[in-house]
């Protein structure tokens, strides 16, 4: 384990109590669903069933599927998540204009005091400030924001960011 890796306790400690539905844009069946509804979380996994029928998987696991392509607005209303988790889904090599597209509609969709869970985004050293930007644009309170190497060339970036009241 590295300074990257958050645990989901720690996560939860940081909003005891106000973690109550989120949504995970992740690469994978569900497991981080089935750890959140052993805390009484209900996650909404997106997938993007990429060689593999991942949402099929997940529905089958009793977990919520949420079949999306990443250039289309989510379904779902706004503020209305109190978790948005991200984990291997980016990876470095998305452009910053669907990034940025991306992390708006995750704006629209978190509730003030929601959570941002950026686990592990995996970049390029030389491209990190211009990642870090567009996660810093929204001026979310942090709660913890660790870069860690992955290879010489490579690092992590791990960050639990609060998004502010708005006006």
Same mark, same amino acid.
């Given at each position: 384990?590295?300074? +990257?890796?958050?645990?989901?306790?720690?996560?939860?400690?940081?909003?005891?109590?106000?973690?109550?539905?989120?949504?995970?844009?992740?690469?994978?069946?569900?497991?981080?669903?089935?750890?959140?509804?052993?805390?009484?979380?209900?996650?909404?996994?997106?997938?993007?069933?990429?060689?593999?029928?991942?949402?099929?998987?997940?529905?089958?696991?009793?977990?919520?599927?949420?079949? +999306?392509?990443?250039? !289309?607005?989510?379904?779902?209303?706004?503020?209305?998540?109190?978790?948005?988790?991200?984990?291997?889904?980016?990876?470095?090599?998305?452009?910053? !204009?669907?990034? &940025?597209?991306?992390?708006?509609?995750?704006?629209?969709?978190?509730?003030?005091?929601?959570?941002?869970?950026?686990?592990?985004?995996?970049?390029?050293?030389?491209?990190?400030? &211009?990642?870090?930007?567009?996660?810093? !644009?929204?001026?979310?309170?942090?709660?913890?924001?660790?870069?860690?190497?992955?290879?010489?060339?490579?690092?992590?970036?791990? +960050?639990?960011?609060?998004?502010?009241?708005?006006?």
């Amino acid at each position: 384990a590295s300074l +990257a890796d958050f645990r989901i306790d720690d996560v939860l400690a940081a909003k005891p109590g106000e973690v109550r539905i989120g949504l995970d844009m992740s690469v994978g069946t569900g497991s981080f669903a089935a750890r959140m509804r052993e805390r009484n979380v209900t996650i909404v996994s997106a997938a993007m069933n990429l060689g593999a029928p991942f949402a099929e998987t997940i529905a089958l696991r009793g977990l919520v599927p949420l079949y +999306a392509t990443m250039s !289309q607005r989510l379904p779902l209303f706004d503020n209305t998540m109190d978790l948005v988790h991200t984990a291997g889904f980016f990876e470095g090599w998305v452009d910053l !204009q669907l990034l &940025d597209f991306v992390l708006f509609d995750w704006d629209r969709v978190l509730r003030p005091g929601g959570l941002l869970w950026v686990d592990k985004f995996a970049c390029a050293r030389k491209d990190l400030d &211009d990642y870090m930007y567009m996660f810093l !644009q929204f001026r979310y309170k942090k709660h913890r924001w660790v870069v860690s190497f992955k290879s010489k060339d490579e690092v992590y970036l791990s +960050a639990l960011l609060e998004k502010p009241p708005r006006s």
